[in-house]
Structures are given as structure tokens and as C-alpha cells.
């Protein structure tokens, strides 16, 4: 069951030309293969092999290319209960007896998925009593991760007047690229559906695809990551260039035909993210568009932003983490969230799974964005900048926050923000009060959704209060109930 085979390297700094060697699996298990000469022998690289329809129906284990601890290829030994793999390199690998089984340090720690690690002896081999030996430390973030080589396709649809360059799905591409060079396409169609002429265009493009990938040079390909690239409309959530609800907008950029057969080819399960303002998310039927569409189960996952201005630089580094997490590394877009609190400075992030309602996840940051509403920029009493103290966080215990007071230290104005309803901390442990702040997290289902808009124009919100209602008073209390009293206000 202890599997040893040899994969290819991919860090820079290897002597080994990057993904050129070729890679052999030993003929029988629990034993070692004759890598050296079986793999100069081999001239197509493994990566090459496409799955046939049996293997992918029978559900076989198939194990990653890369180490988990050090993501490169070279002698590596396969987990008998997981896809991960160990490599030379950082593990010494054992004399494998036939029958053998290799519990990876992942397993080991986790055994059944236990969510507490389990400290003991790493003893990873059923042969033998004897501890398995691993070199080293960590030289990534996470401990030891899958490392898939997913077949990908990346799908941009793209908004004919966006740029190319640049764009998302394109940064995504090239992302990967370097874990699963011969398993990654990036295909890119432009869309105006503003004419008949433009709308036949797509549609036949996206058939031609479609094609592709049940019987074209794309069959091999079984995930799917698509980027659909737009504009909405600040008032109704609506695409930018049409009076077209966005579930028209959707079912017209990924026909049922195209959905279907990336729900049934999927594996892992695909991801969609929506790159467009953030009333797509914001207007209630924009967002019920986007559950209903979800709930479709093309999908693993829908992503989406509630930022009105919403600015792709800011938010690309966590497309491209998020993509990895999913594909790589099988894991859900929110859990690369606390390596991002730029992302959060900039939009919520909405994700969305089937038949599970909408997640909004909000950065806090007690002084710039108490409770994801950012302070005003300047004090809205004596217009001073940055003149806001060091924040005074009320809480119930370490961990829970029950409103965050900022109090100008020219005029001694002072605003209020309580802890709205419904939200999580979704970063583990005490509040964070450094510059990375903390992720909270609000759950919906579509139908307890809030009637009025969420996300948009906080700025507003804080200063129009206090111009409004107090102008001149110190020690004024903003609080929810306020904001909604006054949303006639607003508008
Ligand atoms: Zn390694
Ligand atoms: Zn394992
Ligand atoms: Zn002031």
C-alpha cells in the first residue's frame, strides 16, 4: 500500500530541470521501484496520462505529484489513507515491506479528520514500531497540505470593453501554471450582449467550448474555474449593459448544457467568482439571482464582492490565494481569509454554497474599520484627520467583542459602533487588536435576508448621522437602531 514513485521537481532553486524528468509509480506495492532506470526510459511525463472514464468512475485513490511539506516532486512515498505524499527529502523512507501501509504526518496528526491534532510519536509505518525520522522545518505557511495537480481549465468571461491584461483569470493561470503545467488551459471569451449580433456571437462561442470540453481537445480537463468579469449597475445589481435580470445574464454566460457537464465532470468540485461592483451582491434580487444560481450545483462555490468601487488590484492576490486553496489544496475561499486583511480593507466577501444560503465575511479592524464599517476618515465634529485614539473595545470575554468606541483626541467627540446582530468571529482565538484585525462572519438564508442594502455607503452613514442628529454634542452613540431609523435619509 506504501507506494514509492518518483515526480517531477518544480522549486527554482533545483538542479533538476523543472518538470522534465518524467514519473514512474513502482510496478508493486510496498516496494521500492528502480527509479533511476525506469525513469530514464520513460519519455511522455506522467502528467500527460489523461484519466480514462473507468478509472475516474471506480473513484481509485489517486495520489498528489508534490510533497506535502516541501511541494516539490522527486522520490516520493504515497499515504495509504490520503492523496498526500512525502518526499526523499524531508523524510527518510523507510525499508517498505510488501503490504505495508504509510500513514503521512497529515494522518498521523488528524487521524479520521479529528479536528485537535493528536501529539505522539510518529510511528507511520503499520510495519514497524520504529518512529519514521523528518528533516527540517516547514518552509510554507500552511502544515502539511494537500498538494493536488488538479486538471483545470480557467474560463474568463470578460466583459468585451474590460482589458485582458491583467485580468483575474489570467493571474490565476499563471498562478498555477507552475504546479500542473500540462493540466492547466486558460480559455478567455469577451461578451456584448448589448446587440443581437453580440449576444449570437457568445452564444456560439461558449457552444464551441462546450464542445471542447465533452468531446475536444478539453475532455481530459475535469475542474472548472470561471471568472466572469463585468460591470453592475449601482442601483439594481443588474449587469451594466443590460436591463436584464443577472439570472438571464448567468444562464446566458454558462448555458444549462455547459453547467451540467461541468457538475458531472468536476473533480474537485468547480468555483465561480463574479468580479463585478458590489450591488451584484448588495440588491436583494441580485443576491437571491446569485443563491438561485448557485443552487443550480454547476458549482462547488460562488464568490463574490460587495465593494461599490470595486477595485480588482486590491482584491486579485486573494483570487489567486482562494483558486489555490480550492484547487491545490482542497480547501473552502474563506480559509485563506487571515493571510488577507487588504482584501478585507477593500469588500466583504460573500461565498456562496449550493442549497446553503449566502456567508458574508467582514474584516474588523477596531480603529480603521470597527466591525467591517469603515471610522470616518476624518472627526466629523472638529474635521481633524487621523485624529481618532486608540480604540476602546468593550467585550464580553477575550474573544467577543461587544462594540468599539473611537473618541477624537483634538475635540473629544466620541462614536460608538456595537457589534451588529448575527455576526461570528470567524478568526479563532482573542480579539486581535494589531493591524491584522479579525474576520467575522454572517450567515443568511435568502428568505431572512434584510430588505435594505448591505455594505454600501457606511462613510455615509457615520457622518450624515452626526451632522443630522448632534452636531456639536460630545460622546454621541451611534447605534444600529439609529442607522436604520434614518435610511430615508439616505436615499
Ligand atoms: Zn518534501
Ligand atoms: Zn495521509
Ligand atoms: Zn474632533
Known sequence: MGRVKQTARNSTGAPA???????????????????????????????????????????????????????????????????????????????????????????????????????????????????????????????????????????????????????????????????IPNNIALVELEYDFGTAEGLAKYTAAIEAVTDRIEKGDLTSFTTFAVYIMDHTDPERGDLHFTLLPIMKVLNTLIPDRLGRLIKTKSTPKSMLTLLACGSIVTVKEARSDVVAFTNKGFFGCTVAFNQMDFQPCIVNMYVMDAAQAWFVQGKKPEAVLNEHHRVGAHTDIYVFEPNDGAKRY????????????????????????????????????????????????????????????????????????????????????????????????????????????????????????????????LS
Open 17 to 179: 530541470p523543472r518538470m522534465s524528468l518524467g514519473t514512474v509509480s513502482s510496478p508493486t506495492d510496498g516496494e521500492v521501484a528502480d527509479i533511476a532506470t525506469k525513469g530514464a526510459k520513460r519519455t511522455s511525463p506522467r502528467f500527460s496520462k489523461k484519466p480514462s472514464a473507468n478509472k475516474a468512475s471506480k473513484k481509485v485513490k489517486e495520489n498528489n505529484e508534490f510533497c506535502t511539506n516541501c511541494r516539490n516532486g522527486g522520490k516520493v512515498l504515497e499515504c495509504s489513507t490520503c492523496p498526500r505524499v512525502v518526499c526523499e527529502k524531508c523524510m527518510e523512507i523507510p525499508q517498505m515491506t510488501r503490504g505495508a501501509k504509510f500513514i503521512c504526518p497529515n494522518c498521523h496528526l488528524f487521524p479520521g479528520d479529528a479536528k485537535a491534532p493528536r501529539i505522539a510519536p510518529y510511528l507511520g509505518l503499520s510495519s514497524s514500531n520504529a518512529p519514521l525520522v523528518l528533516h527540517g522545518g516547514a518552509s510554507q505557511r500552511e502544515t502539511f497540505p494537500l498538494c493536488s495537480n488538479p486538471h483545470l481549465v480557467v474560463l474568463s468571461l470578460r466583459l468585451a470593453s474590460m482589458p485582458r491584461a491583467g485580468s483575474p483569470a489570467m493571474l490565476v493561470y499563471h498562478h498555477l501554471y507552475p504546479y
Open 362 to 489: 467582514i474584516w474588523s479592524h477596531s480603529g480603521r474599520r470597527p466591525f467591517g464599517e469603515p471610522a470616518p476618515l476624518q472627526c466629523v465634529i472638529c474635521k481633524s484627520i487621523k485624529s481618532w485614539g486608540p480604540p476602546k473595545v468593550v467585550r464580553s470575554s477575550p474573544a467577543h467583542a461587544l462594540c468599539i468606541i473611537l473618541m477624537c483626541t483634538e475635540c473629544g467627540h466620541e462614536v460608538k459602533k456595537d457589534r451588529p446582530s448575527g455576526f461570528t468571529k470567524f478568526t479563532s482565538g482573542k480579539i486581535n487588536t494589531t493591524e491584522r484585525g479579525d474576520w467575522y462572519m454572517q450567515m443568511f438564508l435568502e428568505n431572512s435576508l434584510p430588505t435594505e442594502s448591505l455594505g454600501q455607503c457606511s462613510t455615509l452613514f457615520w457622518s450624515k448621522l452626526n451632522l443630522n442628529g448632534s452636531h456639536g454634542k460630545r460622546g454621541l452613540h451611534l447605534r444600529e437602531t439609529e442607522i436604520h431609523d434614518n435610511k430615508d435619509q
